[in-house]
Structure formats: C-alpha cells, structure tokens
C-alpha cells in the first residue's frame, strides 16, 4: 500500500496526519490552492492553502452546529446571509426549515463551489434549494450594503489568514450588526481555544464582537479534524439570549433531522471550561 499521508501543522511541533488514498483534484485559483483528497478513514476531505476545511465524515458536526443552535433560539427566522460556506455545508442545514425564505450565500470563490459540486455533493447539495442565491464576492462588500435585511449571518470563513482575514474585523462585525433586523443574531466559526496561535485568534475576534453586539457570547463543539478537536464558535446576538432564549419544545416540533445537534446539548454547549471562560473574560 502507497505511504501517502496529508498533514496539517497545528503548531511548528504538532502536525495532525491522515492516510490518503490519493488527490482527486488540485487547482490554484485566484484566491487559493484548492484540493480535494480521498482517506479510508474520513472519505473526502477539502483543503484551501493546505488547511483543513471539512471531511465528509465528520462535516455533520461543523454544519449543525453552526446552523442549529441560532434557529432554535429564533425558529421564526426567514431571511440569512451565509459568508463564506463555498461548500454548502451551511445552506444544506438552513433548507431543513420550511419557514426560511431567502439564503444569501456569498463565497468569494466560484471555484469552490464548482469543486465541490464535482467531488463532494453531500455538501454542494445545499446549493440546489431555490431559495439559495449564490454570490460570487467579497463578504466583506456584500454586507456593507446590506441593512436591517437578515434575522441571521453565519459566517463560516476560513482562519483569519489570507482571503478570509477581513471577516474577523471590527468593520466586519459592525457591517453585520447594520445588516440585522432587531432580533438578529451573528453566528461565525470562532477557531479554537487551545494551541496558541488559534487561541490569539479567537480572543481577538471575541473582543470585537463584544465591541459591537450586546450579547456576544461563546459555544463549543467536538470536531476530529480541526485544531486539538476542540472548536469555538460564536454567538452574537441584538437582544436574544442563547440558552435563556432557548425555545426548546418548538424546536424539537420541528422535527428538523440532526446527527449532532439536540436541545439538551444546546444548553451544555454554552457551559465553557474555566480556562476558555478565563481567556474570553482578559481584555
Ligand atoms: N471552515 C473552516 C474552519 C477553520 C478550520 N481551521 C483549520 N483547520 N485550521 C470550513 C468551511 C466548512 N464549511
């Protein structure tokens, strides 16, 4: 058998490695270096500039919790913004709710999406609801002109690095406070608390937050495959509340199809480990 392994460095002495059966595709476009690999392990994974972006095998996690915790505190949301999410890990979540009537979707690389709709549809999928239009733009420019016109932006951008820096900026965050109705809430991938580049980087994306909504608060999950398998994210919210908030019961009535996500674990997720509630509370 071929010794072929693909490795993320988390730190210049941790990398994180997986077999890979081979690269189905490789492209650099004007943005970044795009892969896609096979593994035994994960099945397909993609990686933009060699960073991880999402394995078909432990995706569900990242997507439902990016998505779900937000719609359950506001299951009377209908119109989002979606930055980022070239992959469709996040419309195909949102397209699980009936009242939902418009997904924005704005990726900054077409070429994205089109490899992903070759070579992992299980996510691209999210792209062929009709209530999905997709933009091919900065996000950053988009929701500068956007105002008083969504219950909820997600952000799922990369790490602030290269194309997807400006997504952790305090004109960023100011421009998505402008582009939310009363109720809306911000909901972005918030890195990882633990090796100490990603921790920097979630500290300073916390305090800009902080600067800008009244409620800005933090919820974790377990993802294999990204930085120590401990991952952040943020809720920022005009008013509503993230557990206290929490509509449960309407929630469940849905009978929205999760693999990870569930109310009991909505509540657990916002409890923090001291030493992140230590880091989110300095500065
Ligand atoms: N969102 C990227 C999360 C950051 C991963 N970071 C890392 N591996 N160092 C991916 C897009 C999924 N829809």
């Known amino acids: 058998m071929d010794d072929l392994w693909y ?7 941790v990398r994180f490695s997986i077999r890979v059966t081979g690269q189905l595709y490789r492209e650099t476009s004007s943005y970044q270096l795009i892969s896609v690999f096979d593994s035994a392990e994960f099945g397909r994974f993609l990686t933009l500039d060699g960073i991880m972006m999402l394995t078909e095998r432990d995706e569900f996690i990242y997507h439902e919790m990016i998505t779900h915790p937000a719609m359950a505190v506001n299951p009377n949301i209908r119109t989002v913004l979606v930055i980022g999410a070239g992959d469709g890990g996040v419309a195909r979540e949102l397209a699980k709710y009936r009242s939902i009537e418009r997904i924005d ?4 690389d077409e070429r994205v999406v089109a490899v992903c709709r070759e070579y992992l549809p299980g996510t691209a999928c999210g792209f062929d609801d009709p209530r ?12 500068r002109h956007a105002q008083d016109a969504y219950d909820l932006v997600i952000v799922d951008s990369t790490d602030p690095f290269g194309p997807g820096e400006v997504l952790f900026t305090r004109e960023f965050y100011g421009s998505c406070h402008r582009a939310l109705t009363e109720n809306g809430i911000l909901v972005n991938q918030h890195e990882s608390p633990f090796y100490s580049e990603d921790a920097k980087a979630m500290r300073s994306a916390h305090r800009r937050i902080a600067q800008v909504f009244p ?17 952040l994210f943020g809720f920022a919210s005009k008013a509503l509340l993230p557990t206290e908030n929490l509509r449960a019961a309407e929630w469940d009535a849905l009978g929205i199809p999760t693999r990870y996500y569930n109310t009991n674990l909505h509540r657990g997720a916002f409890a923090l480990p001291t030493y992140v509630e230590e880091m989110l509370h300095e500065g």
């Open 7 to 13: 490795s993320e460095y988390y730190t210049p002495n």
């Open 132 to 143: 999905v239009h997709l933009h091919f733009q900065d996000g950053l420019k988009f929701v």
């Open 105 to 108: 979707v704005v990726e900054i």
């Open 215 to 231: 409620v800005s608060r933090v919820y974790q999950a377990h993802i294999p495959t990204y930085p120590s398998g401990h991952w």
